[in-house]
Structure formats: structure tokens, C-alpha cells
């Protein structure tokens, strides 16, 4: 549907509800179900303990898609020493904040293992991007990330990782938010790949792509990670009275077998 674009652009932006409807046959009251258990498992998710003070909450888990079949399989959790279930995330050299470090977060509810719509959009995702042939006779692994933002008290502020224009290390990856309410910033950025480690405010004007916000229940992006960078500004409460929050899910593409850069 977006494939194409991707190739020529490098990054795409789409409303994963309206766009799985169609392609998969499924009416908005199904869509609104499915969406409904997800925006719940968001209520329950951990402090992200690599961000601490950052109002940040996060859950992850991995799976892999098969090419052939577009299946889609969790992989099973690991137990840490504190005997909780957890998944390990690693990004190589692509985040400054953790170079060559594994972070293990705790793993997505079981619910949200099951949930069918969390699946469609790990296929949809997976149906706009592009690989060699000999990546599509093995799994690609998925990285399903659940983060939350929330600030409660106003001068908070909340940032992703890492606070810069980036690239993550995994050739695509996919935002779909979740839930916005009562927050101002969370823009979104698209730069070219020369831009990395620097801030938007900070790069020739020429270099921007694209510059968003996500602000409607599924709204989705997708980079090819060869072709731009990307960013996300920090967030904080807006006027309102209630806590602002920025709940999205994020989705990391990678092929089994990983070339040496
Ligand atoms: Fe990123």
C-alpha cells in the first residue's frame, strides 16, 4: 500500500486503523474492540528503569514474522534474576545512551500476545517494507515496544531515547499512537541520515522532511532507517488539569542475518 513510497522517501505516514479496516476486512466497531484492550494495557505499564525521573513507562516483547506466511510467532520471555519475564533490546551502536548495552524490559501482557489487531498491524507494518531475497526465505525479527510518556505536575518534562535525530539499527521501524491527551510537544521529526546526534532547531532548515505531531488514535509512521533519521521532542503537561500523556507503540524490523556495518 505505502511500499513504494518507503522506497522513494524513506518514511510514510498512515492511519493504521482506517488502512487495516480496508486491507483486512475488519469494520471500526472491531477495530474499536481490538484498540480498546490495547489503550488498557497501557494502564499497566512499568517504569522504564533505564529512564529514571523521566516519566517514562515501557513494556517489550519480541516476535518473528515469517516472509512466506506473514505468521506471526512470539518469542518466548527470559526469567531474570529477580524471576520476572522479561525481553532484551539491543541497538548496537545506534543510540548514544546505550551504546553496545542490552536493556531487558518486562514483557508485554499475555492479553496483548493475543491481541488480534496488535497482530494485523505487526503484518501491515511488515507488508510496507523492503528486503533482499535472501532475507525473505528466513524469519524477520519484530521488536514490539508499549511507551508511555506521562507527566503529571507541570515543568515536568518526558523524552524518548535517544533525544537527538536518530537512526535505531534496525533497518524499518513503525509509531502508531496510542493515546495523547493534555500534552504540548511530542513533534515529530524527518531528517536526512546526516543529521544524526543533532537537534532539529540545530540542522540546515532544507534537511527536514517532515516535522508532525501524531495526535489521532492509530496515527502511524514508518522509517527506512538506510534513508532518514528521525526525532521526537520531549513532552510535557498541557493546561488541562489531568496528567499529560503519549502512549505509542513502536515496531523494530530486523532480518536474521545481520550484515557488519
Ligand atoms: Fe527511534
Known amino acids: 500500500m505505502y511500499k513504494n513510497d518507503m522506497l522513494e522517501k524513506g518514511f510514510i505516514r498512515f492511519d493504521a486503523g482506517a488502512d487495516i479496516g480496508r486491507l483486512y476486512k475488519k469494520d471500526a ?17 512499568p517504569v522504564d528503569v533505564y529512564a529514571a525521573g523521566l516519566h517514562r513507562y515501557r513494556r517489550f516483547s519480541r ?14 520471555a527470559m526469567v531474570n534474576e529477580d524471576g520476572e ?30 491481541n488480534e489487531l496488535l497482530k494485523r498491524i505487526i503484518q501491515f507494518d511488515f507488508a510496507q517494507t523492503y ?8 524469519p524477520v525479527n519484530v521488536g514490539v ?7 503529571e505536575r507541570d515543568g515536568d518534562e518526558a523524552v524518548s531515547s535517544p533525544n537527538c535525530l536518530h537512526r535505531d539499527g534496525e533497518p524499518f521501524t513503525f509509531a502508531h499512537l496510542v493515546k495523547r491527551r493534555n500534552v504540548v510537544g511530542g513533534q515529530n521529526v524527518i531528517a536526512t541520515v546526516d543529521d544524526v546526534d543533532q537537534f532539529p532547531q540545530d540542522i ?3 534537511h527536514i522532511f517532515a516535522d508532525f505531531a501524531l495526535t489521532k488514535g492509530l496515527e502511524s509512521y514508518g522509517v527506512a532507517d538506510v534513508a532518514v ?19 505509542m507503540i513502536l515496531i523494530d524490523y530486523q532480518p536474521t542475518v545481520v550484515k557488519p556495518l
Open 29 to 45: 466497531a472491531w477495530i474499536a474492540e481490538q484498540f480498546a484492550e490495547i489503550e488498557q494495557a497501557f494502564e499497566d505499564l
Open 63 to 76: 516476535a518473528v514474522i515469517l516472509p512466506w506466511s506473514n505468521q506471526v510467532e512470539w518469542l518466548p
Open 85 to 114: 519475564a522479561v525481553a532484551e533490546y539491543f541497538q548496537g551502536s545506534f543510540n548514544p545512551e546505550f551504546k553496545d548495552a542490552y536493556r531487558s524490559f518486562p514483557m508485554l501482557q499475555q492479553e496483548m500476545l493475543e
Open 131 to 138: 528486503w533482499e531475497a535472501r532475507d525473505m526465505v528466513m
Open 145 to 151: 515496544h508499549f511507551v508511555k510518556l506521562k507527566v
Open 204 to 206: 540546515d532548515e532544507g
Open 229 to 247: 533519521s528521525h526525532y521526537v521532542s520531549a513532552v510535557r503537561k498541557g493546561s488541562g488539569d489531568e496528567a499529560g500523556e503519549r502512549s
